[in-house]
């Protein structure tokens, strides 16, 4: 919740001068934290396409580092850490005072971001500097937003980044001719100001969802603590033990499809093993140039893994490769007059023509019917055929521009000049090898590492539906406790608003408080004149773009004599419309699909919780708006509300419209296994607080279904 989050903000520092805004510095030091946690996220970890890099001493990046100016330290970080100091000084904050020592260690990312210059001496840096960016990362849980403008621009500039960096290396690998040098460095706008900077979408990806799902965790443990506190431990048992025989089946789906699944990658993986055997892909690629079949077989599984035995293949690869090419130039230079002018393109030529495009094994294969296993099997193909291409290519183009070198350096020393391109043949192909295994190595490491992130968000699943069931048994009506709770923290009585059912017609006179007003376009308007209006601009961006609520018609309040008519709202039968006044500082949680109208004055902001009391919707997103001012709902049926006499009936919790953030609800449902799987439940008002909802049978949003609905979540392949 956006109020909750200025809570825990103040608890930071203390208020800054009047002339600061405290939430615009926040955002940009949460940002400057960010920035410290780039090397980690984007190194290029020994990346295969070096040559891009233009690093022609061999030099292979662990982490991205700054470009530094006249000295070493000096560069982007270096003004980030004087920017960040200013800040934690101005806000007064521990926290960003921490954020500044990262930043400051980044100054030195040279020291040990190239292992081929690396000291021994620097890892007690480098392991303070991972320390204490995973320190930040926690903080950051704890402190910041997931939605925050300063984490929204972060991602969407490293997703920026790596669609950029994709699509040149996709474009220069279709388009340069195969002698042709690399025109530089990728463009990206962080690789602008950074060395060794290579973001990935898998990368970007794995962070963002790290990171989500760790808020997540914490906001279960914040949302329900002051709950379990309340309750105390022996309620808690007592209400926990029902809840666990309910939800058990749960647990148990859950288990089944971890095991099914691990044990399907697993047979993808043995499948792809197969056809990487070291002398049995040699064999093949030997036989099957002169047309011969050769039946498949495959390693026995035993100790070995995907990664050791692709590994395996490729230094054998490797290896034939290195033979290729010392032919090529035995031949090459034996074979032309003028050796040192002519042999470059005749090697470049044979190992163009020697070595296979594709790693052989790793061509994608029809999955048909098979869902599961086989699209494992070609991703897994594909992220090893891709590491091998890299390596190739930046092999070949290489070689290319260094043996020409090398011909004018031994114009007419043929003897010399073979022996100088086999001692470069072998640097280069090992320093291949050794890029092809690093990329290899990342690119399995990202595959587990999301298959253990999609495990932890299954668990993240089977908490929120153990809460759904929790909050069932705590606040069922007829239960031993029977218990309520507000909807959400906030004041008990803020001051109560007025709720008015106007039928199919609102009439909106001038008011000194409301002097404007935006109306959604469903609702006819008749008196002022069409003006589109994109009050909320890009707030709730995602919910009112699914919702239709993008933008609203401006309905001026304040009219000239000349033009003072009345503005009338209409809708058609049975469509009604409600008008409900809010008091300063009251906050009414709705639905943007039933909003057609607000004042000027009324603000709107979003809860984000995975408290008890609000989990019984089945979701975690919830928007209000905030008083003074008026809002205008629509239904599609007659409404009621809380102060009629049938407002004390039971009711599904689709019917809701609108309701008071203080009030109160008991969960009826049926407490069984199968009800609890199968059946939604009605919501009972405890009379406190105000609600306004639709009696519509067709009313959409709502769900028929208990917590199997949640299942479909555990159907990833993890």
């Given amino acids: 919740?956006?109020?909750?989050?200025?809570?825990?903000?103040?608890?930071?520092?203390?208020?800054?001068?009047?002339?600061?805004?405290?939430?615009?510095?926040?955002?940009?030091?949460?940002?400057?934290?960010?920035?410290?946690?780039?090397?980690?996220?984007?190194?290029?970890?020994?990346?295969?396409?070096?040559?891009?890099?233009?690093?022609?001493?061999?030099?292979?990046?662990?982490?991205?580092?700054?470009?530094?100016?006249?000295?070493?330290?000096?560069?982007?970080?270096?003004?980030?850490?004087?920017?960040?100091?200013?800040?934690?000084?101005?806000?007064?904050?521990?926290?960003?005072?921490?954020?500044?020592?990262p930043l400051a260690i980044s100054c030195f990312l040279f020291l040990f971001s190239d292992n081929s210059a690396a000291d021994f001496r620097h890892l007690p840096l480098y392991y303070a500097y991972v320390a204490l960016c995973t320190a930040m990362s926690l903080l950051f849980v704890g402190f910041g937003r997931i939605l925050s403008p300063s984490f929204l621009v972060f991602t969407a500039l490293l997703f920026a980044d790596a669609t950029m960096y994709s699509i040149t290396e996709v474009y220069w690998m279709a388009s340069l001719p195969a002698d042709a040098p690399w025109p530089g460095e990728p463009f990206t706008v962080l690789g602008q100001v950074l060395n060794g900077y290579a973001p990935s979408f898998g990368k970007a990806a794995v962070f963002v969802f790290a990171v989500a799902l760790m808020r997540l965790l914490f906001m279960a443990y914040r949302d329900n603590r002051t709950m379990a506190k309340a309750l105390g431990p022996k309620r808690v048992w007592e209400i926990f033990k029902p809840t666990v025989l309910l939800w058990w089946p749960v647990l148990a789906v859950f288990g089944v499809m971890t095991i099914l699944y691990s044990l399907l990658a697993d047979r993808a993986e043995h499948a792809l093993m197969c056809q990487l055997e070291p002398d049995f892909v040699l064999e093949v690629e030997i036989l099957t140039s002169?047309?011969?079949?050769?039946?498949?077989?495959?390693?026995?599984?035993?100790?070995?893994t995907l990664e050791s035995t692709l590994q395996t293949y490729l230094d054998a690869q490797y290896a034939q490769m290195e033979d290729q090419l010392n032919q090529a130039i035995d031949q090459a230079v034996r074979g032309t007059n003028d050796a040192t002018a002519n042999a470059p393109d005749a090697i470049v030529g044979r190992i163009d023509e020697s070595t296979s495009g594709r790693l052989p094994g790793t061509r994608?294969?029809?999955?048909?019917?098979?869902?599961?296993?086989?699209p494992?099997?070609?991703?897994?193909?594909?992220?090893?055929?891709?590491?091998?291409?890299?390596?190739?290519?930046?092999?070949?183009?290489?070689?290319?521009?260094?043996?020409?070198?090398?011909?004018?350096?031994?114009?007419?020393?043929?003897?010399?000049?073979?022996?100088?391109?086999?001692?470069?043949?072998?640097?280069?192909?090992?320093?291949?090898?050794?890029?092809?295994?690093?990329?290899?190595?990342?690119?399995?490491?990202?595959?587990?590492?999301?298959?253990?992130?999609?495990?932890?968000?299954?668990?993240?699943?089977?908490?929120?539906?153990?809460?759904?069931?929790?909050?069932?048994?705590?606040?069922?009506?007829?239960?031993?406790?029977?218990?309520?709770?507000?909807?959400?923290?906030?004041?008990?009585?803020?001051?109560?608003?007025?709720?008015?059912?106007?039928?199919?017609?609102?009439?909106?006179?001038?008011?000194?408080?409301?002097?404007?007003?935006?109306?959604?376009?469903?609702?006819?308007?008749?008196?002022?004149?069409?003006a589109r209006s994109f009050v909320l601009g890009f707030r709730f961006l995602i919910t009112r773009l699914l919702s239709r609520r993008f933008s609203f018609l401006h309905v001026p309040g304040k009219r000239t004599a000349r033009t003072d008519h009345s503005v009338k709202l209409n809708v058609e039968a049975p469509?009604?419309?409600?008008?409900?006044?809010?008091?300063?500082?009251?906050?009414?949680?709705?639905?943007?699909?039933?909003?057609?109208?607000?004042?000027?004055?009324?603000?709107?902001?979003?809860?984000?919780?995975?408290?008890?009391?609000?989990?019984?919707?089945?979701?975690i997103f919830h928007y209000y708006a905030k008083g003074p001012g008026t809002l205008y709902f629509k239904t599609k049926a007659k409404p009621v509300t809380s102060a009629e006499r049938s407002g004390n009936r039971p009711f599904d919790p689709a019917l809701l419209v609108a309701w008071t953030a203080p009030i109160r609800f008991f969960v009826d449902a049926k407490l069984d296994i199968r009800n609890t799987f199968l059946s939604s439940y009605n919501l009972c008002w405890d009379k406190s607080g105000h609600y306004l909802r639709d009696t519509s049978p067709t009313r959409e949003g709502g769900t028929t279904t208990g917590i199997i609905r949640f299942i479909k979540h555990f159907l990833l392949p993890i």
């Fill in 376 to 530: 494992i099997a070609n991703g897994l193909r594909s992220m090893a055929n891709s590491s091998y291409q890299k390596s190739r290519t930046a092999a070949i183009r290489d070689l290319d521009q260094e043996l020409n070198d090398l011909a004018a350096e031994f114009e007419g020393d043929v003897e010399g000049y073979e022996n100088a391109a086999r001692a470069l043949v072998t640097s280069r192909l090992e320093r291949a090898k050794r890029a092809t295994q690093t990329a290899n190595n990342g690119a399995f490491a990202i595959y587990r590492f999301a298959s253990y992130l999609l495990l932890l968000y299954s668990g993240i699943i089977l908490l929120k539906t153990f809460l759904m069931v929790f909050a069932r048994v705590l606040f069922d009506p007829a239960g031993k406790h029977s218990l309520s709770a507000p909807f959400t923290d906030g004041p008990t009585k803020p001051g109560q608003g007025t709720l008015k059912v106007k039928k199919t017609e609102i009439l909106v006179r001038k008011d000194v408080r409301d002097d404007r007003y935006y109306v959604y376009r469903s609702v006819q308007i008749s008196g002022p004149k069409k």
């Fill in 1 to 101: 919740m956006q109020e909750a989050t200025s809570a825990q903000a103040s608890k930071l520092s203390r208020r800054t001068e009047p002339f600061a805004n405290r939430e615009t510095l926040t955002e940009i030091a949460w940002f400057l934290t960010f920035l410290s946690w780039v090397p980690i996220i984007t190194g290029t970890s020994s990346h295969p396409i070096l040559g891009w890099l233009g690093l022609s001493d061999g030099s292979n990046y662990l982490l991205a580092e700054h470009r530094s100016v006249f000295i070493d330290p000096l560069g982007l970080y270096a003004v980030c850490t004087v920017v960040m100091v200013t800040l934690a000084w101005t806000l007064r904050s521990k926290v960003f005072a921490l954020a500044t020592v």
């Fill in 290 to 304: 002169s047309g011969t079949e050769i039946e498949q077989r495959c390693l026995p599984r035993g100790d070995a």
């Fill in 364 to 374: 994608h294969k029809r999955c048909g019917v098979d869902i599961i296993v086989c």
């Fill in 575 to 619: 469509n009604q419309l409600i008008e409900w006044t809010l008091k300063p500082g009251e906050r009414v949680f709705f639905r943007f699909p039933d909003l057609v109208g607000f004042s000027e004055t009324v603000t709107f902001g979003r809860l984000v919780s995975m408290s008890v009391t609000t989990l019984y919707f089945g979701r």
